[in-house]
Every structure is written in C-alpha cells, then in structure tokens.
C-alpha cells in the first residue's frame, strides 16, 4: 500500500476584520479549537475586528440582521428598530446553553489557552484607538508584515474572517 | 462495524477504540493511567490525579466536559490545565482518565 506523506497543522492564524457576533465568535472557535488539539493559534484583529478587543464594545457586538441571508427574513423586517437586538439576545441565549462564553470570557480563555492576540496597527491609527482602549490580555501591536513573519514554516495556515 | 482492539497496558487486557481511548471504564485503574500517561510524556503529579477524577465523574454524571466547563471546576484554571497537559488538554487527559473522547469545541 502507498503511504500518504502526513503533514499536520501547526499553526493557524487568523485575522478577524468583522466584529459581528457570528464572525467573532467563528474566529474564537477556531482558535480555542487549534488549541485544544495542540495546535499553535493566534488571532490578528484588523480593521473592524478591532471591537472585539475594545473594552468598551466587546461585550455589545450585534449579530447582522441586515444583508445576513442566513437570518431567513426581509430585509426591510431586519431594519426594524430592536430587531438587531433581539436577535442577538436569541443568539446569546443559544450559545450560553451550548456552553459557549460570552466575548469577554472567551477572551480570557484564549489568553490561558495560549493563543496570541494581536491589534493591526494601521486600523488601530485609522480608528485612533489606543493600547490602554483594547483588552489587557493583548499580546501587542503588529503591522501586516509582522504577522506574516509570525506565521513562517511547515504546517502554518492564514485564515481570513 | 465498530473498530476496536485489545492492548496490553500494565499487565492487562484492555479494550480500546480507533484513537486509543478506554472503550470501558470499568477495565481502568491507576496503573493503566499510569501507563497511558507515559505514553503522552506526562508525569502524574497530585494535581494531574484530581483532573482525572473530575473527568470521571462528570462523565458517570453525563455531564459534556468542555476546557470551560474544566475550568470553573474548582480543581485547575484553564492556564494551569494547559500545562498539566500540554498538548491538547481535554483529549490528552480524558485518554488517562479511561473516559471516551470528548466531541466538544470550547
């Protein structure tokens, strides 16, 4: 029989650069998961992604009721005040049961787990946000380059949120 | 059909599945741990014991183990049980434990 060379995943890193509920908490997922299995992971939060990490916004991202097909309603309906919110709410509720923290918790998580958070420098400018305005628990600003330099050698994998 | 072998571990015969879990928990007991957990380069500490009997029991209470769920034990926080068990926590010490394998994400 033919032996089938393995290559194992190393290393997954992510970039988030949405900060919808559903985008976070995909990215969250996948890098707690790499985790779980060994995996090295870390997560580069760029452009509006950066609200994850912003103590005063992470624990009230939304989930997209508008120009979300997945939410099975018109878009018009969706853009009724209080929509967004209550489908978050829904959505909140669902995940709590499933065990899944809420953005704060899930940070923390992360940070014990291992995996590397990183805010993008030129979103951070673009946003004139600060280090002291994001989370304690990050690992440091980087420029696009860094991060690449970060994710060298066999068995690594960039992943666009 | 359901894969399954049997394996010697610190003198007994022991049922294990595909990914080498316990397929009964009943054939577990400190010298196979003991065994499995050479075998993941762990060194069983006090510490690393009272892991696996929280493991234990959570799963005869049915329970679904999570590294969240670990967490708020009691018994580690989730950075301390990452380096208990270093690679992959839950699996590495689930496998010790004599418990199947947990299908959780968080």
């Not at chain 1, 609200?51 to 979300?68: D, P, Q, R, S």
């Not at chain 1, 669902?94 to 993008?120: H, Q, R, S, Y």
């Not at chain 2, 799963?59 to 769920?69: M, Q, W, Y």
Request: net charge negative.
């Amino acid at each position: 029989m033919e032996e089938k060379e393995v290559k194992p995943v190393k290393k997954m890193c992510l970039i988030l650069s949405k900060a919808t509920l559903d985008n976070v908490y995909a990215c969250f997922i996948l890098a707690n998961g790499a985790r779980m299995e060994g995996i090295q992971s870390e997560i580069f939060f760029t452009f509006f992604g950066l609200e994850a990490i912003t103590k005063k916004k992470l624990e009230h991202l939304h989930v997209a009721t508008v120009g979300n097909p997945a939410m099975h309603m018109p878009t018009m309906l969706g853009g009724l005040p209080g929509m967004e919110a209550f489908a978050t709410k829904m959505m909140k509720d669902e995940m709590e049961k499933l065990d899944i923290p809420p953005v704060g918790e899930f940070l923390e998580m992360l940070n014990a787990a291992g995996t590397k958070l990183w805010g993008c420098k030129l979103a951070m400018d673009m946003f004139h946000l600060k280090k002291e305005d994001l989370i304690d628990d990050l690992d440091g600003v980087l420029t696009v380059g860094d991060f690449y330099a970060r994710a060298e050698g066999e068995g690594s994998h960039i992943v666009f949120i | 059909m359901k894969y399954k072998m049997e394996k010697m571990i610190a003198n007994q015969n022991i049922n294990l599945n595909e990914e080498g879990y316990l397929t009964d928990l009943n054939q577990w007991n400190k010298e196979v741990a003991l065994e499995l957990a050479k075998e993941a380069n762990i060194e069983m500490t006090d510490k690393h014991w009272e892991v696996v009997d929280f493991l234990q029991q959570s799963h005869k209470n049915d329970t679904i183990l999570s590294i969240r769920r670990v967490g708020k034990s009691g018994v580690v926080d989730i950075k301390q049980f990452y380096q208990l068990f270093p690679n992959g926590p839950l699996k590495t010490s689930s496998k010790i434990a004599g418990i199947p394998k947990p299908v959780c994400c968080i």
